[in-house]
Nanobody, 129 residues
Framework: QVQLVESGGGLVQAGGSLRLSCSASGRTISSYFLGWFRQSPGKEREFVAAIRWSGGSTDYADFVKGRFTISRDNAKNTVYLQMNSLKPEDTAVYYC??????????????????????WGQGTQVTISS
């Protein structure tokens, strides 16, 4: 089992920044993909960004490219989501998720929520206009 705990959410004005953290425990995650998703009321949970722990390759949803950056700290077993130039439409609960790399076919992108096995409890991000 992998336990994921998010933190760093809050209320900021449009144009501001936040950094979300996701601390992983329970298993070594060196072979895992870690992803960020978000969900706002009445909407489906959507992909935001993902990182392959080994190698650090990243993937982003089009609507966050150039604004958000996903990264990881090996020593702290933590993945981050740096969010800049925030917009009111970024308001959502942000979730961290993980899946073991061997469950993903080589070259396949990990943008579907159904690919992930482990989830955190979420952290609220609210952007005021």
């Amino acid at each position: 089992q992998v336990q994921l705990v998010e933190s760093g959410g809050g209320l900021v004005q449009a144009g501001g920044s936040l950094r979300l953290s996701c601390s992983a425990s329970g298993r070594t995650i060196s072979s895992y993909f870690l992803g960020w998703f978000r969900q706002s009321p009445g909407k489906e949970r959507e992909f935001v960004a993902a990182i392959r722990w080994s190698g650090g390759s990243t993937d982003y949803a089009d609507f966050v490219k150039g604004r958000f950056t996903i990264s990881r700290d090996n020593a702290k077993n933590t993945v981050y989501l740096q969010m800049n130039s925030l917009k009111p439409e970024d308001t959502a609960v942000y979730y961290c998720a993980a899946v073991e790399g061997s469950r993903i076919s080589a070259g396949r992108r990990v943008e579907s929520r159904w690919q992930y096995d482990y989830w955190g409890q979420g952290t609220q991000v609210t952007i005021s206009s």
